[in-house]
């Protein structure tokens, strides 16, 4: 039997972009983490689970919002995360998730300085744990993001970073990882994010990260990085 890993939804893909072929995350997630029963919570839409005990891991997605915006469900996330915690629940945070596990635990998470982490970019990783298997010094990882980790949670270390993004992956304890990035994406839906947003991020960082594309991310090895991490306590 399958360990259960409850998805925290935190936003939906757009019906355009489904229109086009583009998979909503339940889906997305089924694929990068098949070792997994999957159950789905739509914490967008208040629906939260009532019991931490129902799921053996958890994992929260990314999200068009900031981990600050004043919305009751983000709130409500914000304490789900501190009882994930106080449980010592296996969890992943991707993208806003990562940024969750930050605000929730006494960290800072603003607007990034050098403004929009978009396109492929190679996560540097600074310290080893015996999950990351296989090993790898370095990952390519697909982002979209303006918001990071500007001051880490008590008890969390980094395990990655990048140039622009100092905490890429964190980690707390022995029971919470953050990625902040969006190993999840496909390439393609990573091009048509950027094409439909250069008046929001500007002309110059999408070319960048458009011209980024044309490397691999390794999407199999974090997926499996993933894995490895839920299932040690499961």
């Given amino acids: 039997m399958k360990p259960r890993l409850g998805i925290l939804l935190c936003d939906k ?10 998979p909503d995350y339940p889906v997305m997630f089924r694929s990068l983490l098949p070792a997994f029963e999957h159950v789905h919570y739509r914490l967008y839409a ?31 996330a914000l304490e789900l995360i501190r009882e994930v915690d106080q449980k010592k629940m ?5 993208c806003f998730g990562h940024q969750l596990i930050g605000h929730a635990l006494g960290g800072t998470v603003a607007k990034a300085p050098q403004g929009w982490n978009v396109g492929v970019h190679a996560f540097s990783v600074v310290e080893h ?19 990071q980790i500007v001051k880490l949670p008590d ?5 990655a970073r990048t140039p622009l993004c100092p905490v890429a992956m964190l980690a ?10 969006h190993p999840e994406f496909s390439t393609s839906f990573e091009r048509q994010l950027l ?6 991020i500007g002309a110059k960082i999408v070319d960048t990260g ?11 090895v974090l997926g499996q990085w993933i894995t490895n991490f839920l299932s040690q306590q499961c």
């Fill in 210 to 220: 458009l011209a980024s594309l044309s490397l691999s991310p390794d999407k199999i």
């Fill in 46 to 76: 208040d629906e939260f689970p009532t019991d931490l005990t129902a799921c053996d891991a958890w994992l929260a997605t990314g999200s068009r919002r900031s981990v600050y915006d004043p919305i009751p469900w983000i709130s409500k």
């Fill in 172 to 181: 707390l304890d022995e029971h919470i990882l953050g990625i902040q990035g």
């Fill in 13 to 22: 893909v757009s019906r355009h972009y489904q229109s086009d072929g583009h």
């Fill in 90 to 94: 296996p969890f992943c945070g991707v």
């Fill in 155 to 159: 008890r969390a270390r980094i395990l």
């Fill in 129 to 147: 744990d015996p999950w990351m298997n296989p090993p790898k010094g370095q990952l390519k990882v697909i982002m979209m993001c303006q918001d």
């Fill in 195 to 200: 094409e439909d947003r250069v008046e929001l």
